[in-house]
């Protein structure tokens, strides 16, 4: 019997497109259940076998915008990261549902002046 790599590749590959779109999914339901808006669009990355990034853009909510035309982005940043890691524990089990892998590491970030927002996962090793 010959195995068909080619085909064993592509149906991973889909398979992965398929688990990033539902974690671009999953960060933007947590943002809209946190700030009570959904952002414009998210896209999901693998950046190695066990690290994901997922870029949201046009998360700010109006108080936040106008926070940063007064560039008080210091405090829209601080105020931002308070929100973000308090919603932790959901952006960490979207990503294990997901994936069926456990989030060993979290990290998140904004860019107050672009409003490009970052959440990136450390996965336990395959």
Known sequence: MQVDQQAINDTAAAAQVEQLDQISAAMMSVYTEQFGREPARAHSHYIDNDSIACFLRGTLTRAECRLSTLDEHQRLRDMRMLFQYSAE??????????????????????????????????LEPA
């Open 89 to 122: 524990d959901d952006f960490r089990d979207a990503v294990e549902q997901i994936t069926g892998r456990v989030v060993i590491s979290f990290i998140s970030g904004i860019d107050t002046k672009s409003d490009i927002a970052s959440e990136i996962f450390m």
